[in-house]
């Protein structure tokens, strides 16, 4: 008799699920291969042994894509007989959030991480055709060698395949605070911004086993580093929104050390990504360079560790098991220790070739290298500072945002004054007159704002006025540079040129104006923010800065899989509705955790931002409401800083560095 198909799935469901972890077995011994036999095949000289890299690349790829397919099947479909599963999804939970269940917990998130590392080892295989053989050879050994310390972690202490006997009638639900489409998004652009680095990582350690690092060099790292940074802005954007309107306190950076780990390898990154630049023009700066491309994957090691081992308290953690921090902990040890060792090795063949004069390009791109390095030393040091008392000193200290305001922001205005002056100075020798003949006019724009806004402003806080001149000097700065790269002549040829400017000058340009646009929405919302806190009875009405708020309405409504406590909070400006809000405190019963939904009114020039508390024993509810000028410009800025870093990476001559790749010895021996 023909099996019902309740039955055929209840087979068919165990068995996707155990061909997801032999797949996973199976690439592990694939990376085992390729972490020695292209390292052998190299150093001998052995074509067919350093060509098996590119298939076993791919393979990887495909049976780790494969592997985290069936994971996310059986989220999708409910299979409760994989403990994963039932500790973090539900059958009535939405469609979007049982997928991103998938990553929203420790094992299924570094799942997504070795899927990541094997499609960058695979890109690497498929676009890296012009690399000399022997270097593309010691590439791919090295990223898979990183694959396979993650996989046995992955095997061995937080296998995703865990079965139960006897599967539960339904799941625990996933941490009502991942349940949002923000929070659905922001890991896999993390993480691909995260695990990207570690390609340029391998092209660091591959360089140094080759006894070669060059122009070329520098040239091939760059679209790869590029790539993850472009990935890690994203992803810290995602982050930063998802806080700002849906963990209610009506911010969007805490510093908290989560948020720290991830920006951390985005500083050195792009530290990373200018020093390629004097590596590539001037054959300068080399050790440092490599340095940086190990440091950058480090950081990113160390996020791994304080996101998953506890030492470190965030609403952000995926997990709290100080036995997992600890193979961590070695993982980075490991490849951080193996590397710095390797790198002290070969510092004779680091040598600089290029000599360039104080005024230069390349000594501006030094200054904004050491900027960035000492910003991430001290967001570092501020993270690690708790845990370093605790177990030095006995003392338990918190490092809040007044230590990184007052000592990462000078670093990073220092930062915003360079930007403009230095991209355009000549490269070798530059001349400071010629430059500020263009860029005195922007400067004066600048302080003219920023007095304008001194004059005008109620209070006397510096903050605002610095960050607007700052800001119109980044940005006016940028389109300047811009301009004057199309030379003279009419206006119509002008703008010619302008469209035929190569998409690196443009992606340069446009980057630089988004920091610009970050540090303008910063800088107006931490010095006219807006806050009322008050309890209001329903159909109350007050006043908060240039608006009325009403409290409507409080009424309870039922979700998908939770329970909200929704007002409805009508806004008013001179008599006018503007909008009607809906804050929600929401409470998951399978969870047993509650939550809080803010409701926004955006704008280009404010947000109106709301929250409902809980009623009070003598009536009304405990409301928040922030008017939060220029809000929206932090994560405008992180789009355009992105739309910069994907310009420049669609540049022909950063496509996988096919001149360098010309200019470079075809047979990978080290230069002497």
């Keep these: 008799m023909p099996l019902a198909r309740a039955e055929r799935l209840a087979i068919v469901r165990p068995m996707i699920a155990e061909l997801g972890h032999f797949a996973l077995v199976l690439a592990l011994m694939l990376a085992t291969i390729q972490t020695v036999v292209p390292l052998v095949g190299a150093h001998k000289g052995w074509g067919s042994w350093m060509a098996s890299a590119d298939a076993t690349a791919t393979a990887q790829f495909l049976l780790l894509a494969f592997s985290f397919g069936a994971l996310t099947y059986a989220f999708v479909v409910s299979d409760f007989s994989l403990l994963l599963v039932v500790q973090n999804s539900h059958t009535l939970k939405p469609m979007l959030y049982k997928v991103s269940g998938v990553w929203g917990n420790h094992e299924g998130s570094m799942l997504l991480w070795v899927l990541i590392l094997t499609l960058f080892g695979a890109m690497v295989s498929w676009f890296g055709a012009n690399l000399p053989p022997t270097l593309k050879a010691r590439v791919l050994a090295v990223q898979a060698a990183v694959t396979v310390a993650f996989m046995i972690f992955i095997l061995f202490t937080s296998n995703p395949f865990t079965r139960l006997a006897v599967p539960p009638f339904d799941g625990e639900d996933l941490n009502p605070l991942l349940q949002d489409p923000g929070l659905a998004f922001h890991p896999p652009f993390l993480y691909l911004g995260y695990v990207g680095l570690s390609t340029s990582f391998s092209f660091a350690v591959a360089a140094l086993i080759e006894g070669r690092v060059d122009a070329a060099w520098g040239r091939w790292v760059r679209p790869w580093t590029l790539a993850a940074w472009v990935f890690l802005t994203i992803g810290i954007a995602l982050g930063s929104w998802w806080a700002y309107y849906e963990l209610g306190w009506g911010g969007f950076w805490f510093w908290d050390p989560v948020e720290n780990a991830s920006f951390m390898p985005w500083l050195i990154a792009a530290a990373l990504l200018h020093s390629a630049i004097v590596v590539e023009k001037r054959e300068a700066l080399k050790a440092w360079t490599i340095l940086l491309a190990i440091l950058a994957f480090g950081f990113s090691l160390i996020g791994a560790f304080i996101v998953r081992s506890g030492v470190l308290?965030?609403?952000?953690?995926?997990?709290?098991?100080?036995?997992?921090?600890?193979?961590?902990?070695?993982?980075?040890?490991?490849?951080?220790?193996?590397?710095?060792?390797?790198?002290?090795?070969?510092?004779?063949?680091m040598e600089a070739k290029g000599i360039f004069s104080t005024l230069s390009r390349e000594s501006a791109l030094v200054a904004n290298n050491i900027l960035l390095a000492v910003s991430a030393f001290v967001v570092f040091v501020g993270t690690m500072w708790p845990l370093v008392a605790e177990l030095l000193f006995d003392r338990k200290l918190s490092v809040g945002p007044p230590f990184f305001n007052m000592a990462f922001t000078p670093f990073m205005i220092l930062l915003g004054v360079l930007l403009p002056l230095g991209a355009m100075l000549a490269w070798k020798r530059g001349r400071l007159g010629g430059n500020m003949r263009i860029l005195w006019g922007v400067a004066a724009l600048a302080v003219a704002s920023g007095l304008l806004l001194w004059a005008v402003q109620t209070g006397r806080s510096a903050f605002g006025p610095v960050g607007l001149a700052l800001s119109v000097w980044l940005v006016v700065g940028s389109a300047a540079d811009l301009a004057a790269r199309t030379g003279r002549g009419p206006v119509l040829q002008r703008l010619g040129r302008l469209t035929r400017l190569p998409r690196a000058d443009w992606g340069k340009a446009v980057s630089h104006a988004g920091l610009g646009f970050t540090m303008f929405g910063i800088s107006m919302l931490m010095a006219y923010q807006y806050e009322e806190i008050r309890v209001a009875q329903v159909g109350e009405t007050f006043p908060v800065g240039a608006y009325e708020i009403t409290l409507a309405d409080v009424q309870e409504v039922q979700g998908p899989n939770y329970l909200s406590t929704m007002a409805w909070m009508q806004v008013k400006k001179d008599g006018r509705e503007i909008a009607v809000l809906t804050p929600e405190k929401r409470v998951y019963p399978v969870a047993g955790m509650p939550t809080t939904?803010?409701?926004?009114?955006?704008?280009?020039?404010?947000?109106?931002?709301?929250?409902?508390?809980?009623?009070?024993?003598?009536?009304?509810?405990?409301?928040?409401i922030y008017i939060k000028p220029f809000a929206n410009w932090i994560w405008l800025g992180a789009i355009v800083m992105a739309l910069g870093g994907a310009l420049s990476l669609s540049d022909r001559r950063f496509r996988v560095a096919a001149g360098a790749a010309r200019r470079a010895p075809a047979d990978g021996v080290p230069a002497e």
Aim: no cysteine.
């Design 313 to 349: 308290t965030s609403v952000h953690a995926f997990a709290n098991d100080p036995e997992r921090g600890v193979y961590l902990l070695a993982i980075t040890g490991v490849f951080m220790g193996g590397a710095l060792m390797l790198f002290a090795a070969r510092a004779g063949v």
């Design 597 to 624: 939904e803010a409701a926004i009114d955006n704008g280009v020039t404010r947000d109106v931002y709301v929250v409902i508390g809980d009623p009070q024993a003598a009536g009304g509810y405990a409301v928040r």
